[in-house]
């Protein structure tokens, strides 16, 4: 099955700051990529995904890249927020369409 | 994206009981799944639940322990049987629908605490 794993698993920045969190992952068969965010109590959401015939995908402050060649895809959060405080999950599919989700990574924005 | 509601929001229970957990969606669904996250940890998945068939358990997770049903495309339940403590635990039901089907749009959660 797939394997996941996600970096760093805590990022501490401050407040306007960009913050990175990588994933890497095992299964070639893997063409789906989402994202998901955790506010404390609340469930994971999705807030940006990417498939595997494009490189890159912004919306606003965030955005997903992807080296297919690689295996890993990379979340990118410019100008940070206290409120993008949360914890992101990174997953991938593998040879079916059910996410394999990684460890997650606890984002900390300090005002 | 899918409108979902879980029964109960959180419970406390005595080790040795059962507790069985709701999910309704507000619109039919194919897929429905149940995942389990422990404290500050990730999302694991129990099982898929397909209407009219028996559900598919992942490695770790066994239908006498997990008991789920689902009786139709906007429902499912998920029974937590013979409860101990390690079973303290967030659990969530997530569905896939047709607009994506890699996307999982999830339930608000139940969160049990078993003494």
Not at chain 1, 18 to 43: H, M
Not at chain 1, 82 to 104: L, M
Not at chain 2, 69 to 75: D, E, V
Request: glycine share 6%.
């Amino acid at each position: 099955g797939e394997n996941v794993e996600q970096h760093p698993s805590t990022l501490s920045v401050q407040e306007g700051d960009s913050a990175v969190i990588k994933c890497t992952y095992s299964d070639s068969a893997s063409n789906y990529f989402p994202w998901y965010k955790q506010e404390l109590g609340k469930r994971p959401q999705l807030i940006i995904d990417i498939r595997s015939n494009v490189g890159e995908k912004k919306d606003q402050r965030i955005a997903v890249t992807l080296n297919k060649t690689a295996k890993h895809f990379s979340l990118h959060i410019t100008e940070t927020q206290p409120e993008d405080s949360a914890v992101y999950f990174c997953a991938a599919p593998g040879g079916s369409y059910i996410p394999t989700f990684g460890r997650g990574t606890s984002l900390i924005v300090h005002p | 994206s899918a409108v979902i509601s879980q029964k109960p929001s959180r419970d406390i229970c005595q080790r040795g009981t059962s507790l069985t957990i709701q999910c309704q969606v507000d619109s039919q669904v194919t897929m429905m799944f149940w995942y389990r996250q422990q404290p500050g940890q990730s999302l694991t998945l129990i099982a898929t639940a397909n209407q009219g068939s028996e559900a598919t358990y992942e490695s770790g997770f066994v239908i006498d322990k997990f008991p789920i049903s689902r009786p139709n495309l906007t429902f499912s339940t998920l029974t937590v049987s013979n409860m101990s403590p390690e079973d303290s635990s967030i659990y969530l039901c997530s569905v896939e629908t047709s607009g994506s089907r890699e996307t999982q749009y999830f339930g608000p959660g139940t969160r049990l605490l078993v003494l």
